[in-house]
């Protein structure tokens, strides 16, 4: 099965809000990573957070990662109506393999 | 180059038929993988190429699925015989390091689909 599930499946806002979507996982992890994939388009990395780290910010995006529970979230400040697209997390486990999500479909509403 | 390159982009083949994927990794990256990612699910793990270490083969889901790679650049998947659930994005990617702190670079895909 897959290691990590993103929640929400699918997530629709107003353009300028905040938009957080959560990442959990199943077993210990070197790191994590956060992906976007525009529609019929290819994934594009956005932010690796390292397991010894608790969160990092990259532009209008935060990532915080609980090793405790096994969850990430990322949150999207002041949301665009570029920023449609589906969100997906990743994890590291051993080097040579990522574990994706289901992905977090997001909609941002002009 | 200057990302990562896959082509055909778009492939219809009759059931049966076998198919061939092929993927130009970033020059320098030392880290294949190639992903399927069927309509509305996650990307699904298939295989790994490290440098000239044997493969990790551990995700193909059946021996109808091959992959090769010639040192470190391009890659070729091959499905044998395709079947109707093999209609899925064929996703490669690629990455200066194992765990590479800058993630991976992932092509813009083959879209497989099974007629």
């Known amino acids: 099965s897959q290691q990590g599930e993103e929640d929400p499946q699918a997530l629709s806002i107003q353009e300028g809000e905040n938009a957080t979507m959560n990442c959990s996982y199943k077993?210990?992890?070197?790191?994590l990573q956060w992906y976007r994939q525009n529609s019929g388009r290819g994934l594009v990395h956005l932010i690796l957070?390292?397991?010894?780290?608790r969160e990092k910010h990259s532009g209008r995006l935060r990532v915080t990662l609980d090793t405790s529970k096994k969850s990430s979230s990322l949150l999207i400040t002041a949301s665009r109506a570029a920023d449609t697209a589906s969100y997906f997390c990743?994890?590291?486990?051993?080097?040579?393999?990522?574990?994706f999500g289901t992905g977090t479909s997001l909609t941002v509403i002009p | 180059g200057a990302g990562v390159s896959q082509s055909p982009s778009n492939k219809v083949t009759e059931k049966g038929k076998d198919v061939e994927l092929r993927c130009d990794p970033i020059?320098?990256?030392?880290?294949l993988y190639w992903y399927r990612q069927r309509l509305g699910q996650g990307l699904e793990f298939l295989i790994y190429?490290?440098?000239?270490?044997?493969?990790?083969k551990s995700g193909l889901p059946s021996d109808r699925f091959s992959a090769e790679r010639t040192g470190e650049s391009v890659s070729t998947l091959t499905i044998q015989r395709t079947q109707q659930e093999d209609s899925a994005v064929y996703l490669c990617?690629?990455?200066?390091?194992?765990?590479?702190?800058?993630?991976?670079?992932f092509g813009s895909g083959t879209r497989l689909t099974v007629v």
């Open positions: 990617a690629s990455s200066r390091l194992p765990g590479s702190a800058y993630g991976y670079t």
């Open positions: 077993t210990s992890i070197n790191n």
């Open positions: 957070i390292r397991s010894n780290e």
């Open positions: 990743a994890t590291d486990v051993n080097g040579n393999q990522f574990y």
């Open positions: 020059s320098g990256h030392t880290a």
């Open positions: 190429f490290q440098g000239n270490s044997a493969p990790d």
